[in-house]
């Protein structure tokens, strides 16, 4: 089954935010694609999008960004390993 794509401010288990650059060429209900190795920042976890499931669309020559896609990072205020999971929003559309 398929999972919902993901977009620029969408957010992590954790609240933080995809902060991009994202994919301007593909917009989904005003804003651009998520792609693998975007940037997520926010109280929790400052890091990178660095997994996903979707292997078959790209976007920028980088997979896209989907449902339950792995951020890893840090605590920006202590500095802790931190690994969290994009989560399901308002700004996410299914394909398939």
Request: hydrophobic share 35%; aromatic share 2%; with cysteine.
């Amino acid at each position: 089954m398929p999972t919902p794509l993901f977009t620029m401010t969408g957010q992590t288990a954790t609240g933080d935010v995809v902060t991009g650059p994202g994919f301007s060429k593909i917009i989904i209900k005003g804003m651009p694609i998520s792609c693998l190795s975007d940037m997520v920042s926010g109280p929790a976890c400052t890091g990178t999008i660095t997994s996903s499931t979707v292997t078959k669309i790209i976007a920028g020559g980088k997979p896209i960004a989907n449902v339950g896609s792995v951020v890893t990072g840090t605590n920006p205020a202590t500095g802790a390993p931190v690994s969290t999971s994009l989560i399901n929003t308002t700004n996410t559309i299914c394909l398939g």
